[in-house]
């Protein structure tokens, strides 16, 4: 790894991950000191994405200027990744929605080693917050104070050999069928409620498919689609998103054969992915180690009524 910590090594790859998108898509994006927005609007159940590279050191001053850019894209949906906890957007009718570990694998690492900091805390995070995240103030607009105002790499590298086990199958999703299976996993798997009904190309467009560095893991079950992931390799370090498993195939190995095949085809790369609860204990296994714990913050807050 260079000089960045596993954090920034993190941070850095899923913004990248977001740009290259956006290139090839046509999205409009940014790149600041401290961040990186994209202006996702390709489907409807697309949120403009934004990925806090490095902490701030006026985090009052970046709320502001990130104010300025939705008002400017007229942001009617938001997903904003802090990794360092340092933001508080509940005043303008966000809501942080998730808490997850940002964990970094280091090349070539054994499976399990330990890395990083002292145990229960990340090296370069803040300590846990609370399960139910900051105090959310009254909801209130992005921009303006009110809510209704607010509308709407590297080198191409060769396919990898097929990961086989008596019970799980894991390859390169290179052709048509085996990329429509992907997406509708990964859809299935989280599940995604605003990518339904599914429709081919509405997650992972079909210009998403020749993006250098990117590659698309496939796993069968008994010869059915049972998990799906994507890897973005950045140069440096290889991020894994969308680790999804259907339901019927869960507690059989499928993750991590999935994970495993990932790995061995980028054996000179650090690896990089942001944990969910029910994932974070395979991924320790694999020698994955939290770097900090990452807020989610939401636009527009989830509307409680009594």
Known sequence: MDGR????????NAATHWLAMAGVLGWESRTADGYTAVRCEGDPGDSHRVVITRRPADAAALTRELLSLFRDWETGSLSLEDPYGVLDLSGH????????????????????????????????GPPRAPADGPSRGPARGLVDGSAENLVGGPSAAPPVAPVRSPAVSVEQALVEEDLALLERVVVQGFPMPGRMPLRRGRLFPAALDALDGR???????????AGACVSWDDGTAVGLYWVAVLEPHRSHGVARALLEAALRAHPQRA?????????EPLYRKLGFVEQAVSTWWRYP?????S
């Open 93 to 124: 009718g966000c809501e942080s929605a998730l808490a997850m570990p940002v964990m970094v694998r280091p090349p070539d690492g054994p499976v399990g080693g330990p890395v990083g900091g002292p145990a229960g805390r990340p090296p370069d």
């Open 271 to 279: 690896a990089t992915l942001t944990a969910t609860l029910l994932g």
């Open 5 to 12: 910590s596993g954090l920034e090594l993190a941070n850095d």
């Open 215 to 225: 590659r698309a893991w496939l796993a069968r079950r008994g010869g059915e689609a």
């Open 301 to 305: 807050a989830t509307v409680t009524r």
